[in-house]
């Protein structure tokens, strides 16, 4: 039983030549231009960066050294199983299981509530100590250090990822976003822009959540959001704009300043899109 691997690891050991150490993964991100005192959301694949000892407790650990006491890290800790079951696609369930699953999802619990499709890295990072954890029951936000309550306090309903989201509190903030190993597709800070937009059309959601200690299924109207553009629009970007680019292990990796992306993907996309 002992060394049993999945096929992403596998496929991880295969690439890779030298193991990454915690010591090296720190001299990377620094090489990077992630530096003590930040306050930086990451987005991040495991595979993509080799194999890694330690694996995702190795990353994270590597992240907290180099931001120190005085740095803020904060991961999206998305539930999206905690949704309107009509919007499911991957993979979509029978129309007749739908109400069921409004009847019966849990309740969402910051504490709790494991994320889903947000990778390895993610999943760990929200159990961490002294994490603290935003209040969406889909689309939350976890965050460790002296500038975590100020993004994660106050996530409104709707718009989902609007100003009194923690992207919005990011950007005030004057923070980074690291996208290690992964692309712009995944983002989510681009969704602000769709926010500031508003060229996006709005649709139903739906979430399992706690009122005064019962479970209830709220619906709430907010944007239809579409990640579609988003690879387009951080390959506009890094034509006239600065970007920190850097291998990380395998991993093509970028470090980029929150609010000149978001103004100018809000531009972009009024640019680009008509207006609903």
Same mark, same amino acid.
């Given at each position: 039983?002992?060394?049993?691997?999945?096929?992403?690891?596998?496929?991880?050991?295969?690439?890779?030549?030298?193991?990454?150490?915690?010591?090296?993964?720190?001299?990377?991100?620094?090489?990077?231009?992630?530096?003590?005192?930040?306050?930086?959301?990451?987005?991040?694949?495991?595979?993509?960066?080799?194999?890694?000892?330690?694996?995702?407790?190795?990353?994270?650990?590597?992240?907290?050294?180099?931001?120190?006491?005085?740095?803020?890290?904060?991961?999206?800790?998305?539930?999206?199983?905690?949704?309107?079951?009509?919007?499911?696609?991957?993979?979509?369930?029978?129309?007749?299981?739908?109400?069921?699953?409004?009847?019966?999802?849990?309740?969402?619990? *910051? &504490?709790?509530?494991? #994320? =889903?499709?947000? $990778?390895?890295?993610?999943? %760990?990072?929200?159990? @961490?100590?002294?994490?603290?954890?935003?209040?969406?029951?889909?689309?939350?936000?976890?965050?460790?250090?002296?500038?975590?309550?100020?993004?994660?306090?106050?996530?409104?309903?709707?718009?989902?990822?609007?100003?009194?989201? *923690? &992207?919005?509190?990011? #950007? =005030?903030?004057? $923070?980074?976003?690291?996208? %290690?190993?992964?692309? @712009?597709?995944?983002?989510?800070?681009?969704?602000?822009?769709?926010?500031?937009?508003?060229?996006?059309?709005?649709?139903?959601?739906?979430?399992?959540?706690?009122?005064?200690?019962?479970?209830?299924?709220?619906?709430?109207?907010?944007?239809?959001?579409?990640?579609?553009?988003?690879?387009?629009?951080?390959?506009?970007?890094?034509?006239?704009?600065?970007?920190?680019?850097?291998?990380?292990?395998?991993?093509?990796?970028?470090?980029?300043?929150?609010?000149?992306?978001?103004?100018?993907?809000?531009?972009?996309?009024?640019?680009?899109?008509?207006?609903?």
């Amino acid at each position: 039983m002992w060394g049993i691997q999945t096929m992403s690891e596998h496929r991880a050991v295969e690439r890779t030549t030298d193991p990454l150490t915690q010591t090296a993964l720190v001299k990377a991100l620094q090489h990077l231009g992630l530096k003590a005192g930040d306050t930086v959301l990451v987005h991040a694949s495991l595979s993509s960066l080799g194999w890694v000892i330690g694996q995702e407790m190795a990353v994270i650990n590597a992240l907290l050294d180099v931001l120190g006491a005085h740095g803020t890290l904060m991961m999206p800790a998305h539930t999206a199983g905690n949704s309107e079951p009509s919007n499911w696609e991957n993979p979509p369930i029978p129309k007749t299981w739908w109400p069921l699953v409004r009847e019966h999802a849990p309740a969402f619990d *910051p &504490l709790t509530s494991p #994320t =889903r499709g947000m $990778g390895r890295i993610a999943e %760990l990072f929200r159990t @961490y100590p002294n994490v603290h954890r935003s209040s969406h029951p889909e689309v939350s936000f976890a965050a460790h250090g002296p500038n975590a309550q100020a993004l994660i306090l106050d996530h409104a309903h709707s718009p989902m990822f609007g100003e009194s989201s *923690p &992207l919005g509190a990011l #950007t =005030r903030l004057q $923070g980074k976003v690291l996208l %290690l190993g992964v692309g @712009y597709d995944v983002c989510t800070l681009l969704h602000l822009s769709e926010v500031l937009a508003q060229v996006r059309p709005m649709k139903r959601y739906g979430h399992a959540i706690q009122v005064r200690g019962k479970r209830a299924w709220a619906t709430v109207r907010d944007y239809d959001y579409d990640d579609a553009p988003f690879e387009e629009i951080g390959k506009a970007f890094e034509v006239d704009n600065s970007v920190n680019i850097s291998t990380v292990g395998l991993a093509t990796c970028r470090l980029i300043d929150a609010k000149p992306l978001v103004d100018f993907g809000t531009r972009w996309l009024q640019k680009h899109l008509n207006r609903p």
